[in-house]
């Protein structure tokens, strides 16, 4: 889509047919046509046997991220982690009366938020996505909560993450839930607005390219995603999937053959 000067991409692709596409990612551009935002989030597959919810992660993060993409831009003076934070009151009142919210695995998500003014662009990032935010000369700035990925491999393979006992408490690592405080655990921050060209969004599904099969750096991905398209990123991913899970899966190793795999892309 281009509008002006500006050009944005999304895609998002489900990793298992049987499933639904779990991922939610959207675009905002006020009437005014000052500015914007995109808002993605990886919704949590939850166990099989459910979570004390009788709603599907694809209806919790389609109504999370429909909030978000209403605040991002209807409140444009609110901070991102504010948003974040009625969003998912919001959400949550809209299912309290029939579910238990109380569940570790009610349903969940990891959240990327950016909003860009002619004055500076606002980024959280909340658990295992990333947002990539690139200069005018080409340096290209990864933002990511490392908490996941600062646990011990062996808690990580433990039941505890499995379970839902690692998340949102001291220790472990977070995502949005129920629970609005959750939000001031998120990283964030802002940047002039001159200092980012083109910034990126990626589920952990199409970040795979660079952090499970190593195929280069987040530079080397932004470029990828600039010259060639979010589609391509997603089907190299695709590809680098049915290879390694063809050979052993000496990548994969516990995690599934093919994620939910979600690309913002937005040069401004």
Request: aromatic fraction near 4%; proline fraction near 6%.
């Amino acid at each position: 889509m281009q509008t002006g000067r500006m050009r944005t991409e999304l895609v998002s692709d489900g990793g298992d047919p049987a499933r639904p596409n779990e991922d939610f990612a959207s675009i905002g551009l006020p009437a005014s046509g000052q500015g914007g935002s995109l808002v993605l989030l990886d919704g949590v597959t939850p166990p099989r046997d459910g979570a004390g919810c009788r709603h599907s992660v694809p209806w919790f993060t389609a109504r999370l991220g429909g909030a978000l993409t209403e605040l991002t831009v209807s409140l444009p003076d609110v901070p991102l982690a504010e948003a974040l934070a009625l969003a998912i009151a919001r959400t949550a009142e809209a299912h309290a009366e029939t579910c238990d919210l109380s569940h570790p695995r009610t349903p969940q998500a990891t959240v990327v938020l950016a909003r860009w003014s002619p004055e500076s662009v606002e980024y959280l990032v909340l658990c295992d996505a990333t947002l990539l935010l690139a200069s005018p000369d080409g340096r290209v700035a990864p933002v990511r909560d490392d908490r996941l990925a600062g646990l011990p491999r062996a808690l990580l393979r433990s039941a505890d993450v499995v379970d839902g006992t690692l998340r949102n408490k001291e220790g472990g690592f977070f995502t949005a839930a129920a629970d609005p405080s959750v939000a001031a655990r998120a990283v964030t921050g802002a940047v002039p607005r001159p200092e980012v060209a083109t910034l990126a969004a990626l589920s952990d599904g199409a970040a795979r390219w660079t952090e499970l099969f190593h195929q280069g750096d987040w530079t080397d991905l932004f470029a990828l995603v600039r010259q060639e398209g979010a589609r391509s990123l997603v089907e190299r991913v695709r590809r680098l999937e049915r290879a390694d899970d063809a050979t052993g899966r000496a990548r994969l190793t516990r995690a599934k053959t093919h994620d939910d795999a979600t690309v913002v892309y937005a040069d401004l």
